[in-house]
């Protein structure tokens, strides 16, 4: 089985700050990682993913995340961010070996928050 | 292309009454979860199938039932609604494990 923690429940940042939203996974097995992103009333949609490869992960509208094995992390940072970029952000975790690892597990979200 | 779609947008219910939760996808997605939303507890998978005929408990599946008759649909059934119930459902589909999940724009259901 899976879990995910994410660090932070809200962050709130000036637009053009830098911002870095805190994600931490458990698991048994080795795993593929996600990010999705949430829009106030609106389904979620994929921002960046981790299967293999590269560590460093780059995703749309500017955002990256790296995955660090020995921290079993996955933290997701944009250089500087847009009001636009206000929204609830979620990171999400599923085993790579496939049968009953097939369950994408989610954290509890990180609001994001973007002032003028 | 419609990706996925969910209907209805809204519903209220009153406790003991039943409905389903329709989803449909055009994508010939082999994987279909279906996820319930609650403030301050993210989504948790409720069932998943990994290609029709076959269906899977997720980690909050009492009260719900599915079946994967189709590849394209996965509908869910609240066979007596309770205020717990109370929640926006999404359902999501992907072409193969561990590939990008699409999800549906989410049912707001509540249960008086």
């Known amino acids: 089985a899976q879990s995910v923690t994410q660090l932070d429940s809200q962050v709130p940042v000036f637009e053009e700050a830098p911002v870095e939203l805190r994600c931490n996974y458990s698991s048994s097995v080795s795993v593929y990682l996600f990010w999705y992103v949430q829009y106030p009333n609106q389904g979620l949609q994929l921002l960046l993913k981790y299967l293999s490869g590269s560590t460093l992960v780059k995703g749309i509208n500017g955002f990256e995340a790296e995955f660090n094995k020995s921290q079993t992390s996955f933290h997701l940072r944009k250089p500087s961010v847009h009001i636009s970029d206000t929204a609830e952000y979620f990171c999400?975790?599923?085993?790579?070996?496939?049968?009953?690892?097939?369950?994408?597990?989610f954290g509890k979200g990180t609001l994001l928050t973007v002032n003028p | 292309n419609a990706g996925v779609t969910q209907t209805p947008k809204f519903q209220v219910l009153k406790t003991g009454q039943s409905m389903t939760l329709q989803c449909a996808q055009d994508m010939n997605h082999e994987y279909m979860s279906w996820y319930r939303q609650d403030p301050g507890m993210g989504l948790r998978l409720i069932h998943y199938s990994v290609g029709a005929g076959i269906t899977d408990q997720g980690e909050v599946p009492n009260g719900y039932n599915v079946s994967r008759s189709t590849t394209e649909d996965f509908p869910l059934r609240l066979l007596s609604a309770a205020p717990s119930q109370t929640s926006v459902y999404f359902c999501?589909?992907?072409?193969?494990?561990?590939?990008?999940?699409?999800f549906g724009p989410g049912t707001r259901l509540t249960v008086l």
């Open positions: 999501a589909s992907s072409s193969r494990w561990g590939d990008t999940q699409y």
């Open positions: 999400a975790v599923t085993g790579n070996s496939g049968g009953s690892n097939y369950k994408l597990t």
